[in-house]
């Protein structure tokens, strides 16, 4: 089986201590890739340099996080900007709305936000979005028509039915992590009902470890545990869910021509 993990940050502090091991454990089980999405211009040399040592295992993208947008945020999308023209990459990421943790920049995350799909168009790039309660302030703005031939990813999803559909008919797919293996967690449900065709999966590791690990560090080697509960869910087997959500990941993010 191939697994794809579509959302880790590998490169952080958190991994400092034994990353190689971290990935010779993903490999172990199965996971051929795995993308690393930016925070901001400070993460982007431990990111490059990480990506430089694996370059078979691990696909850096560059991004400026929303909870990372401030007034003062030319240089950061400059960061972006110089990144993209300097190298080929195979995404833009990880960029949104986050109104979770503080609403004062809302106004600069929007502009932000704009800014880099307006690179990724660009670039003809996927992008990976970060929607935390704010999907309809996202919805407002992908659904622009200046934006209709994007793709890319709703990072770690757990909206609703109808927001998962709204993600789908926008031509995006929905990355599904360790949160669906939360007792109390309602994402459980949407799974069941979204064709896996849509889904790709992903750990955002170090965070959002799954059960049994929940609270723990998360790594990418839990991707499988994660796919074996999907599987689960939709009662298929977990070499069906492999093979779906790994050939997603690879067409979303034109892996084909790597």
């Not at 089986?1 to 959302?7: A, G, S």
């Not at 960061?79 to 709305?97: K, N, P, T």
């Not at 600069?108 to 936000?113: A, C, G, I, K, P």
């Amino acid at each position: 089986m191939e697994f794809i993990d579509t959302h880790a940050h590998l490169y952080l502090e958190q991994f400092a201590n034994d990353v190689d091991e971290v990935l010779a454990r993903a490999k172990g089980e199965g996971v051929s890739r795995i993308i690393l999405p930016n925070i901001d211009k400070a993460s982007m040399p431990a990111l490059l340099a990480l990506t430089e040592r694996h370059p078979d295992l691990c696909i850096p993208l560059p991004g400026l996080h929303p909870t990372h947008v401030t007034t003062d945020y030319e240089e950061e999308v400059q960061a972006v900007s110089d990144a993209l023209a300097s190298q080929r990459y195979m995404g833009v990421g990880e960029i949104g709305i986050d109104l979770y943790w503080d609403k004062t920049y809302f106004k600069e995350q929007q502009n932000v936000f704009e800014m880099q799909l307006g690179m990724a168009l660009d670039h003809n790039l996927p992008v990976v979005i970060h929607a935390r309660e704010s999907f309809d302030e996202i919805f407002e703005i992908v659904s622009q028509t200046k934006y209709s031939r994007l793709t890319g990813v709703f990072h770690a999803f757990t909206g609703t039915l109808p927001q998962a559909e709204k993600i789908v008919s926008l031509g995006f797919f929905l990355g599904i992590g360790g949160v669906v293996t939360f007792k109390n967690s309602q994402l459980s449900e949407v799974v069941r009902q979204v064709d896996l065709k849509h889904l790709v999966l992903e750990t955002d590791a170090p965070y959002l470890a799954p059960v049994p690990h929940r609270g723990k560090r998360n790594e990418s080697a839990y991707i499988r545990i994660i796919a074996e509960h999907v599987a689960g869910i939709k009662k298929l087997s977990i070499v069906q869910v492999a093979k779906v959500t790994t050939s997603n990941a690879k067409e979303v993010f034109k892996l084909q021509t790597i």
